[in-house]
């Protein structure tokens, strides 16, 4: 009785694969769980195992063609095996040849194992992960030496990604055998950075001898066999269904080593297969291979957004009079790209407005040295952190961030602010959490404190990341107004200027009876926004919302 096998499921969304080695031929004698094929999807290369147990009538299959889930493969005659297991006799023959299919090196290979006790152990210590998006940072400082014992979570080496100044500490105890950066060197993250000897410490280890040289020869033999089988079949494809064409171009007598699904990924990507470096054996190009070669080419057009525009060359400056060339800091090179990409695809406006603090002014002056006692400063940036968090409550399309690729607003139902803070390496932006929830008290404590932080350089990731909004202070230089660049991901930015006092016509009322000019003090503030999501009346009532919630501090209570 003839059984056809047919292709398994392979996976979620897996539905045909590329067909790289047969392992059995017409006449062989195959058991259950034998391994009948080896395919090649997009994800990995896989042994198909059979499922029944028989004698190999027909392959209906050939090395390089592209076979479907549920595809017949081969064809079994199991009329001498009935049941799911073989007669002694036909498992012998399977056995013989098994045996004879193995070369000479594979029959007299035997791995061999042992046990190792040892009390200390030699510990690699690896940069940890920073950040998102974060792969490396410069070492400032060595906090240790040669010799020393160091304990864990004690701190290592100091170093500088694009956003702060870290501490990193010691993930384990024991004694420092080798240090392996130096100051001013740029470790990547996972890169060893110590090795430790810990002590104390028992370990059973299997350790397995090397294979021999003409074992590993065998098998380096067989995956060049394989490359060859994929690469000579160029002319044999699995055929299609009607109106179905394979768009899978004829690979070219010198063209790069690569499996047809690695070659289809590589063109829908964009990425000239011939360009990217293999790391297989013989150059062999894998499916990693193709996505680091793309990650590093959308990393390189990252770094500078230009959009088409080519930058021109700068003259040479030294022929007009002396210079001074200097590095630009991490921090104030990524902030360069971060704002470069933020006012290139954020179509910015800004507004601008006026809001009379005069009253605001003498509470602030009545309430500032209970705050100062309290180890804070109410500074007008402090109680417009508060002001800010009930407004992105009235406008919660001030409290979202873009998804143009999805076509998506993400509304967030947090109020993290950041505070701009000018420091001697640059623009860093701290972001207190959690504004609505805490007093003016607390705010103004928190928001001391993490601008000292920053401007030390002993800020944490954690406390430059989850921003909804930012406020920019100019006010102690100087100014009555800019345009502050939108931080993104985030559609708005609010900047101050230095408050003045000004003529301001004031009607006859009950509290003013005589009427007429008086001086008042105003505060110019800046709005820019993201058009795209905020339209121009949006952002004029937002910021003639928080005009008024700083002239009149009870409409926070009343609508905030």
């Not at 076979?67 to 799911?84: H, N």
């Not at 013989?282 to 990393?299: C, P, Q």
């Amino acid at each position: 009785m003839a059984t056809e096998f047919k292709l398994p499921e392979l996976g979620e969304n897996i539905e045909a694969a590329d067909v790289l080695n047969i392992l059995v031929k017409v006449g062989d004698i195959v058991e259950k769980d034998q391994g009948i094929i080896e395919i090649e999807t997009d994800k990995a290369t896989i042994e198909v195992p059979s499922t029944v147990s028989g004698i190999i009538k027909e392959i209906l299959i050939k090395p390089g063609e592209k076979v479907k889930v549920g595809q017949s493969i081969v064809t079994f005659d199991a009329s001498e095996s009935k049941s799911s297991s073989m007669t002694p006799e036909i498992k012998e023959t399977v056995k013989a040849q098994k045996e004879e299919k193995k070369s000479p090196a594979e029959k007299k290979y035997i791995p061999e194992t042992k046990t190792v006790k040892s009390v200390s152990e030699l510990v690699e210590m690896k940069l940890p992960e920073l950040g998102e998006n974060i792969e490396a940072a410069d070492v400032l400082n060595i906090l240790v030496k040669t010799g020393d014992m160091i304990e864990k979570d004690q701190g290592v080496i100091e170093i500088e990604t694009d956003k702060a100044t870290i501490e990193v500490p010691s993930t384990l105890s024991g004694k420092v055998v080798d240090i392996l950066l130096k100051p001013g060197e740029k470790a990547k993250v996972g890169q060893v950075i110590l090795k430790v000897e810990t002590s104390d410490i028992t370990v059973d280890e299997k350790i397995e001898t090397k294979k021999p040289e003409l074992v590993q020869a065998a098998e380096e033999n067989v995956e060049l066999k394989n490359a060859a089988n994929i690469d000579s079949s160029k002319g044999e494809r699995n055929k299609f269904a009607p109106g179905e064409v394979d768009q899978q171009p004829s690979i070219a007598k010198e063209a790069a080593p690569a499996a047809p699904s690695v070659r289809r990924i590589a063109r829908e990507i964009g990425v000239d297969i011939n360009k990217v470096p293999g790391t297989g054996p013989f150059g062999r190009i894998s499916m990693d291979d193709v996505k680091a070669y793309s990650k590093k080419l959308n990393e390189n057009r990252d770094s500078q957004p230009s959009f088409g525009i080519k930058q021109e060359a700068l003259p040479d400056f030294s022929k007009f009079g002396n210079v001074d060339i200097k590095p630009m800091s991490n921090i104030r090179a990524k902030t360069g790209v971060h704002l470069s990409y933020a006012w290139q695809t954020i179509p910015h406006v800004t507004q601008h407005d006026k809001a009379d603090i005069t009253e605001l002014e003498k509470f602030r002056k009545t309430y500032n040295p209970k705050v100062e006692k309290a180890g804070g400063k109410l500074t007008v940036t402090a109680i417009l952190l508060k002001v800010i968090s009930a407004a992105l409550k009235v406008f919660p399309q001030f409290n979202s961030s873009v998804d143009l690729e999805k076509k998506q607003i993400i509304y967030k139902k947090y109020y993290n602010i950041g505070i701009a803070v000018d420091t001697e390496h640059g623009l860093i932006v701290p972001v207190i959490k959690n504004v609505d929830q805490k007093n003016l008290t607390e705010l103004a404590i928190e928001m001391n404190s993490i601008a000292e932080k920053a401007r030390i350089r002993k800020i944490s990731l954690d406390e430059l990341q989850g921003g909804c909004f930012t406020i920019t202070n100019l006010g102690g230089i100087g100014g009555t107004s800019f345009t502050p660049i939108v931080n993104s991901p985030e559609v708005a930015i609010i900047g101050v200027s230095r408050g003045s006092f000004e003529p301001v016509y004031k009607e006859v009322t009950t509290a003013s009876p005589a009427g007429g000019f008086e001086p008042r003090l105003m505060l110019p503030l800046s709005l820019s926004y993201d058009h795209r999501i905020i339209d121009g009346a949006d952002a004029a009532r937002f910021l003639r919302w928080v005009c008024e919630a700083l002239e009149q501090p009870i409409k926070i209570l009343i609508e905030g």
